[in-house]
């Protein structure tokens, strides 16, 4: 069983994660309007992704006969300034939720809740793929820079980002 505490993270944590689905989403929609296919596909999946994120979340408070919410989500960001804007955001992101797990592994730990503590591991390794590839597509930026034609080669290579644990 989940205490009362510990439900309640669990929950602003899968609200937090259909919040990160829907901003991936806007930003596979931002990137295909303004011509960064490539761009787009990689939020596309990074959308899936977080989806799939939310879920296991969502089973798990089931599975410990929690009570799950199906989150509201709103003030999505869809406009950005810069194709930049949007790897920044997207980094700022992927930190936020890492520090966001670190306060559930925390509020774990002084429970003696091994078990959710446990189930967190596989979200804190996650995290760790979904930094690094979030600061080397920023990294891009600076490695290929922005002028000339430099926006469409770094659009290029965001999709081939890869990550060896
Ligand atoms: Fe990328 O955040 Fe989910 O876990």
Known sequence: LLSADIEMLLN????????SSA??????SWCNQNGFDYS???FFKQSGEEREHQLKLFKYVLDMGGRAISPDVNGIKQEYTTFREVFEDALDAEVAIT???KNIAAACMKEQDFVTFEFLNWFMKEQREEEYKARRALEL???IGEEGTGRWE???HVNKIKYDS
């Open 154 to 156: 770094i659009d290029k």
């Open 141 to 143: 930026f600076e490695v």
């Open 99 to 101: 520090q966001s797990f």
């Open 40 to 42: 787009s596909d990689y």
């Open 12 to 19: 602003q944590q899968i609200k937090k994660e259909a919040h």
């Open 23 to 28: 901003m991936y989403l806007a930003m596979a």
